[in-house]
């Protein structure tokens, strides 16, 4: 498999299948992808690298020249998928869109990530993922009502894109295994797109009664109760009582038997229509416990109820250690923490086997073992700067 992105989209795609035993092999630019110097450097590469890069096969090639885009042709003639995120067209600039190989390769999947599709008016856009986001509906319900959207302080529609790559990837894979052996095919992400795809009944709620989701602070539209609750110890509890025998739950351990039988509040629907008076009486009680207490409680009467969590909470929790959410990557500067990726499959579950590696540290293996490429040769593009 072939990774040709840079940045964020595209490389969280590679990083996933490599994580899970696909063989990547990451071209970069003789510069390196931008992200190896983004954020908290360590010996002057980014520790985010180590672990977007991880179990990658890190390679050089200057694809603005004639010889660096003959090598990606000869290793695309050997590969299975190939991802990008360059805005659409510089690829087909260089002689290496779909077209140019499907004609060394015409088993080759060719997943593109872009801004706003390979197609329609706006394809040619820069799109990153604060844009896409917002154009994608999820800026506008976030944040509390008639305050400014906010963001998280994530690149959220980057990571939601690589993921419907990796969905693509393996749909793609499916069908040549079923039907189709021989055919290769575009697979063609935009982000705004994959952020459009986490809207949940908007569209037909809009199309039918023409309404417009708008943000609710900490609460979700038409879910009650589904909130942050102060405690006693300044902090906040989220409770998510959503299901109407959870509900009755609740309220029974908050003792408060009335609201429990309470016809108005049987369904979620009434709960909506008394929202406000749901949200005090949780409050109420909440406001005389910490959030270990709280928790104790809620836990013992079966309720849906969490604190909130950064991420040196989730160092000290036992569930997250159990549970193998943290991997050590060794790097040049020490040992490293980097994240586990979801999902746990029992017969074949993915491990990071190193970190992002140095720039350009596989260029030499790859190009002898899959171009088959003389110590000599190498030499001479490295020269020239073709890798």
């Not at 799109?127 to 959220?156: D, H, I, K, M, Q």
């Amino acid at each position: 498999m072939l990774e040709v992105g840079q940045i964020l989209a595209g490389p969280f795609a590679g990083a996933m299948l490599a994580y899970f035993g696909a063989e990547v092999i990451k071209v970069e630019p003789p510069d390196g992808d931008p992200i190896r110097g983004w954020r908290l450097l360590d010996g002057g590469t980014s520790l985010w690298w180590r672990s977007l890069a991880r179990n990658k096969k890190c390679i050089t090639l200057n694809l603005r020249k004639a010889e660096g885009q003959s090598l990606l042709r000869r290793l695309a003639a050997r590969s299975d998928v190939l991802i990008e995120n360059f805005r659409p067209g510089t690829l087909e600039g260089w002689g290496l869109g779909p077209a140019d190989l499907e004609a060394v390769n015409p088993r080759l999947l060719f997943a593109r990530v872009s801004g706003f599709g390979q197609t329609g008016p706006y394809a040619g856009r820069a799109g990153y993922a604060a844009v896409c986001e917002a154009v994608g509906g999820l800026r506008a319900v976030t944040g509390f009502p008639g305050g400014v959207p906010v963001r998280a302080n994530l690149s959220l529609g980057d990571t939601v894109a690589g993921l419907h790559t990796v969905i693509g990837i393996l749909l793609g894979l499916v069908d040549r295994l079923r039907r189709q052996p021989e055919r290769g095919q575009v697979i063609d992400v935009a982000i705004y797109e994959a952020v459009f795809n986490l809207l949940e009944s908007t569209v037909p709620e809009y199309d039918r009664f023409g309404v417009v989701r708008q943000p609710s602070g900490a609460t979700i539209t038409g879910v009650v109760p589904s909130n942050l609750y102060p405690t006693a110890d300044g902090k906040q509890v989220i409770i998510g009582a959503n299901s109407d025998p959870m509900f009755r739950r609740l309220m029974r351990a908050l003792g408060r038997p009335d609201l429990a039988e309470d016809p108005r509040l049987a369904v979620n629907a009434g709960r909506v229509e008394h929202q406000a008076e749901v949200d005090e009486a949780i409050a109420s009680w909440t406001r005389g416990r910490s959030v270990a207490e709280a928790l104790a409680v809620l836990e013992q009467a079966g309720v849906a109820a969490g604190s909130l969590y950064d991420v040196a909470d989730m160092f000290r929790d036992p569930h997250f250690q159990e549970r193998g959410l943290f991997e050590t990557v060794e790097t040049p500067e020490g040992p490293l923490k980097v994240p586990a990726l979801a999902p746990k499959l029992s017969a074949t579950p993915g491990a990071t086997e190193w970190g992002g590696s140095e720039l350009g540290a596989h260029t030499e293996e790859v190009l002898r073992e899959l171009v088959g490429l003389s110590a000599e040769e190498i030499e001479r593009l490295r020269g020239e700067g073709v890798i």
